[in-house]
């Protein structure tokens, strides 16, 4: 029997998930052993996962170089890339559509928002040790406020993305523009490395052999501090847990039995289907490989910090890694199907709530503004319930609905990011397996009419 530290990443990834679970559930906010309490944990595991973003960042940057260096990344790729995701997104508004309008969940609290806001922020539906309905009524506000000073216009969207300086990509962990700065130095660098001249070519090479060390320096130092992910998702689930009860989830059962069903539809079902089908990958391969880096997104609600993971998980499935790379480094910011789906739920479900009558065409301008908001998400801190607040302006519901609805959709907020992150998750390994599976067919073609041509 092999020792637990020498199981598997992915049965020791379980083994924190379920210990986190039963030390949530005993101990709740009461003390577990010298005065440290599960929140104490949940603060151990938020600063793993601080480091693990702050680290990721450079990861993806060193490995979007990398891969110029090592492999080709054609524009072709990354035009297929984008059609992958857009596909992706098409699906997920077909499913949200359909649920919305074929089972109608939102009916079912016509006539009772009101009531269920109340319920979900009354004292007694919060654990032992938390604050009053005055905590959900004040975050509410906050959301409410910070809301009005974003924007899901495409042109503040694309500001908040420019930088002021080129180290604030960084410090600021904004993926997107560090995976465009990073593809412009590589095509820069591929560009200057077709001069006649010697020196510059001999420093190119130089400076190609610092990105190839940097790269594998980082993903040593990342596969060090991976082996201590089962104890960050323990404390991190212990500390969810033991801050939640039971009883919210009665109170807003109906939705979020909605968002889990809608989200499982499109990672379940689409994404290994399309995965299988298209790209030669079974569910059973799908999910044993990727079943690490997926528990991981779900338990620190990171598919950023995951991202050292998705690429190993890829890596795992045979995919090559210029399809790795470019979906888990680059798609990543695009491919944001869990929030883009949440967003867009939510909002219907809350205005089938209210009793609004949606055409088809207000539908799908909600689930436009959804898009844009999942697109515009890095630019904004915090922005999951700020950008659904925009979301939910833009379905034009009355203000005192949106008021209501916030503290409803915070109150379980914290299982369902997760459900997102690992979704998210998802996408990025089921985006890079169809892109392989189309470089495979090119390839295949190409030996074939060489096979003919001799």
């Known amino acids: 029997m092999l020792r637990p530290w020498q199981w598997p990443m992915y049965l020791r990834v379980v083994a924190g998930v379920v210990i986190g679970t039963i030390i949530g559930s005993r101990f709740r906010t009461e003390a577990i052993l010298l005065g440290a309490s599960t929140q104490e944990l949940a603060t151990i595991a938020g600063l793993y996962i601080q480091l693990l973003t702050a680290l990721a960042t450079p990861l993806i940057f060193f490995a979007i170089l990398d891969a110029f260096v090592q492999t080709h990344i054609s524009g072709w790729q990354g035009a297929k890339m984008f059609a992958i995701c857009g596909l ?33 922020t009354a004292p007694s539906s919060l654990p032992s040790g938390s604050s009053s309905s005055s905590t959900s009524a004040a975050k509410s506000k906050d959301l409410t406020e910070s809301a009005k000073k974003s924007s899901l216009s495409p042109l503040d969207i694309l500001r908040s993305y420019v930088p002021k300086s080129v180290a604030q990509p960084f410090t600021d962990n904004m993926v997107l523009t560090v ?9 820069a660098m591929r560009s200057v490395k077709s001069t006649a001249d010697e020196e510059l070519m001999t420093a190119t ?19 060090w501090i ?3 992910a089962p104890w960050a998702i323990c404390f991190a689930v212990a500390g969810v847990v033991g801050s939640t009860g039971p009883r919210v989830f ?73 399809s790795a790379r470019l979906s888990a480094c680059v798609g990543t910011n695009f491919n944001n199907d869990g929030i883009t789906l949440y967003e867009a739920i939510t909002a219907l479900f809350i205005a089938q709530a209210a009793g609004m009558t949606l055409s088809v065409n207000d539908q799908i301008a909600i689930l436009l503004a959804a898009l844009s ?12 319930l700020i950008i659904l607040a925009l979301v939910l302006k833009a379905a034009r519901l009355p203000e005192e609905t949106v008021q209501l609805a916030l503290p409803i959709v915070y109150s379980i907020d914290f299982i369902n990011a997760r459900l997102r992150s690992a979704v998210n998750v998802m996408g990025d390994m089921q985006v890079a397996i169809l892109l392989d599976a189309g470089n495979v067919a090119v390839a295949a073609a190409d030996i074939e009419t060489t096979t003919d041509g001799k």
Not at 250 to 257: A, E, I, M, P
């Open 226 to 228: 991976i082996e201590l």
């Open 373 to 384: 908001g999942s697109l515009g998400i890095a630019g904004i801190p915090n922005s999951g």
């Open 205 to 223: 090479q130089t400076f190609e052999r610092l990105v190839v060390v940097s790269y594998q320096i980082l993903l040593k130092l990342l596969g």
């Open 250 to 322: 009665q109170l807003v059962g109906v939705f979020f039995v909605t968002i889990v069903v809608a989200l499982s539809v499109h990672s379940l079902v689409y994404y290994l289907l399309s995965a299988w089908l298209i790209g030669g990958k079974s569910p059973r391969d799908f999910l044993r490989e990727g079943i690490t880096a997926i528990l991981t997104g779900f338990s620190i609600n990171s598919s950023l910090a995951t991202a050292p993971l998705t690429l190993v998980a890829l890596k795992r499935l045979n995919v090559s890694d210029s």
């Open 88 to 120: 992706n997104v098409v699906v997920a508004f077909a499913i949200g559509l359909t649920i919305i309008n074929v089972w109608q969940p939102g009916k079912v609290w016509q006539g009772s928002l009101a009531s269920r806001a109340s319920e979900v």
């Open 179 to 187: 995976s465009a700065l990073a593809i412009l130095i590589g095509a």
